[in-house]
């Protein structure tokens, strides 16, 4: 009886963990989704709301505003911003570390602070450019009412809120900026000249293959949430979970989706050269055409099927001999759902 009743309290104990989150999203670089659940409902971002302030902190590096090497002075408002590395009123920091701060230990008063020197001081600005850009991006759910995610209970302000499925897309941008994954991908640093170590609230870096980035969230209201990036022979994959109810069950879930990814899926020949694909008759002889290149494409290793590549044809009429390399058409090829277009070659064999 007593390893029956264990049984049971260890298989619900699969069932808790198997659905602690209330959204789940698996993509790559493409756009491709491999697991959607519930991705598109609105939720509290909590610290995640940081990858947007870390972005247009970058834009402006970017465009020559500002440099990473600008000392930042810590206001008295920035100082009294709660859970975060503790930074007196008049203490100056780089623009750098402040980055650092706020992507590595998801440090409240330094996302507050760049917002600030980012803004000229006028942080509410700093929060419409926020939702300006997400707005650009084609990020609808996406609402921001601070700088780095704090409850209305902190702030006085409404909730940062958005979907799974534009946090996704706002990874697919974050990606992009070099300077962002350098810091991202780091477990643990220095800053204030080594004096205050940041530890990265990330716990799958340094312990899942690959795993580089991007931003985690958690405030009571939210629960936790995650954004993750890992990049394994060079196939990447993105992964989304948000409302886990613990921090552990949370990276727990995320490094089995990203395992599982890699697992089974990997950049592929979808089209081949140097496989046939249809024959045309000039003058009484045959000649055999290929694509003109290689094109690949992300596939389950487990269930690709060569054969179920389905072809349209377009084919240039010619009566002449014809010469190894020439092009005669076009063609477009289906593959669950997806389209590729080359052109035709014959080639001598």
Do not use: W
Not at 335 to 341: I, L, Q, T
């Amino acid at each position: 009886m007593k390893k029956v009743i264990l049984s049971l309290i260890f298989l619900l104990s699969i069932t808790v963990f198997s659905y602690d989150y209330k959204e789940l999203l698996v993509g790559d670089t493409k756009g491709n989704l491999y697991v959607q659940d519930n991705i598109y409902e609105v939720r509290p971002l909590a610290s995640m709301t940081k990858i947007m302030t870390i972005l247009l902190t970058l834009d402006k590096v970017n465009s020559g505003e500002i440099s990473l090497n600008n000392y930042v002075p810590i206001s008295t408002v920035a100082s009294k911003i709660p859970y975060g590395v503790k930074m007196r009123a008049g203490e100056e920091y780089t623009v750098e570390e402040l980055l650092k701060a706020t992507a590595i230990r998801s440090s409240n008063n330094a996302a507050y602070a760049l917002a600030e020197y980012v803004s000229g001081g006028d942080v509410n600005n700093f929060v419409y450019m926020m939702n300006e850009k997400a707005r650009k991006l084609g990020l609808d759910s996406l609402r921001y009412c601070t700088p780095h995610g704090l409850p209305p209970g902190d702030t006085g302000t409404c909730m940062d809120q958005g979907s799974a499925y534009d946090i996704y897309k706002l990874a697919l941008t974050a990606i992009k900026y070099p300077d962002y994954m350098s810091i991202a991908n780091r477990s643990s640093d220095y800053i204030k000249d080594g004096t205050i170590m940041l530890k990265a609230t990330n716990n799958l870096l340094g312990k899942v293959d690959g795993v580089d980035g991007l931003k985690t969230g958690y405030h009571r209201a939210a629960g936790s949430n995650i954004v993750l990036t890992a990049e394994r022979d060079g196939l990447r994959v993105i992964t989304v979970i948000m409302g886990s109810e613990k921090s552990k069950n949370r990276d727990n879930l995320g490094e089995e989706e990203i395992n599982y990814f890699f697992a089974n899926y990997k950049n592929g020949k979808i089209i081949s050269k140097n496989n046939p694909v249809t024959t045309i008759k000039v003058n009484n002889k045959e000649y055999t055409l290929y694509p003109d290149k290689d094109i690949e494409d992300i596939i389950n290793i487990n269930n690709f099927d060569q054969s179920k590549v389905k072809y349209k044809l377009n084919l240039n009429k010619t009566t002449s001999k014809l010469r190894d390399g020439q092009i005669l058409g076009d063609y477009t090829a289906i593959y669950e759902g997806n389209e590729y277009s080359g052109k035709l070659q014959y080639k001598q064999r």
